[in-house]
């Protein structure tokens, strides 16, 4: 479960936890053990606290969200359980992946039948604009993650082709979330509008804070090794500034384009990325987008909820983890 400053909505989460635990158990023990797994070691929740918090703005009815939320974190998880097995992931959270305990065709299988899930739970709705968003973000989502592969080891790669990836990667999602909170429970187009873009905003921060945390946050607290993005070839925010301004360009590139990167290279590369000030560039968008989310947040009503979307929008900026 995400850090502790939810109190308006524990009750909520606490309920959607315990749903979630339910929605994903079946006759088969060998699926109920998988999918028991996944949910057991937790997350951030932030795609159904996104969704409960945006609900918060107009007629908040929790029996409205509670499908809503479960659905979305479903479609989180599914796409953490295909990424494991696109990039060999044998640890997430500092426990074992899907893909470590059970191999590679029980992930596939379990990553669909969560998706499978989720749209079940959509299926409640009636109004059609949950569904049609949800849907062409899940569209969208596959588009970045093949995105990424295809580009994999290219140092060719522009800010423009990154802010195009982690939209679809990363912030589609968080904006749906909060976005369709509101619209569960009936808010009128320009509040959900203002909280679509809020969440846009987060999920582009949240997605750099993501990358820079690949290369400089502490292994326990990230859960999974350090560097991974390298080791894969995937090239973030950090790297692209490095490979346009560190006067050690070439040898960065001659690094990054390795696919056989021992630790020491992985080490190396991130030292002349940090020393070029490619961590402190990164940083430095993460915080504009965490100052756009925030004023999005003065075109929504005053309420409550409205304190505790600020302090996520810090949070998203400083977290270690």
């Known amino acids: 479960m995400v850090i502790g400053f939810f109190n308006e909505i524990k009750y909520e989460l606490s309920v959607v936890e315990k749903e979630l635990m339910s929605a994903v158990k079946c006759p088969d023990p060998l699926l109920t053990e998988a999918a028991t797994h996944l949910v057991s070691a937790g997350g951030k929740r932030l795609r159904p606290i996104f969704c409960l918090l945006g609900g918060k703005f107009y007629q908040f009815a929790l029996d409205k969200l509670v499908p809503l939320a479960v659905a979305l974190e479903l479609i989180h998880m599914a796409t953490l359980v295909h990424d494991d097995v696109v990039d060999s992931s044998m640890t997430r959270r500092g426990i074992p992946t899907i893909k470590a305990r059970w191999g590679n065709r029980i992930s596939a299988h379990l990553g669909d039948y969560l998706l499978g899930k989720s749209l079940v739970l959509i299926s409640q709705y009636k109004d059609p604009l949950i569904p049609k968003v949800l849907a062409d973000t899940s569209v969208k989502m596959s588009e970045g993650e093949i995105i990424q592969i295809a580009t994999s080891f290219n140092t060719n790669q522009t800010l423009r082709d990154y802010f195009y990836r982690i939209n679809r990667k990363t912030a589609l999602l968080i904006s749906a979330s909060c976005k369709l909170g509101a619209v569960a429970c009936g808010a009128p187009e320009p509040l959900h509008q203002a909280l679509h873009r809020f969440g846009h905003h987060i999920g582009m921060a949240f997605q750099i804070t993501d990358d820079i945390l690949d290369m400089t946050a502490e292994q326990v607290k990230l859960g999974k090794p350090i560097g991974g993005d390298l080791r894969q070839g995937i090239i973030t925010l950090p790297a692209i500034y490095a490979l346009h301004n560190s006067p050690k360009r070439e040898r960065l590139k001659k690094i ?52 505790t979307m600020r302090t996520i929008a810090d949070f998203v900026g400083i977290r270690s983890f």
């Open 256 to 307: 990054t384009t390795n696919r056989n990167k021992s630790d020491e290279d992985v080490q190396e590369a991130i030292t002349l990325i940090t020393e070029c000030g490619g961590v402190e560039y990164a940083y430095g968008v993460a915080k504009k987008y965490i100052a756009k989310a925030k004023k999005e947040l003065g075109e929504l009503p005053e309420v409550p909820v409205k304190k």
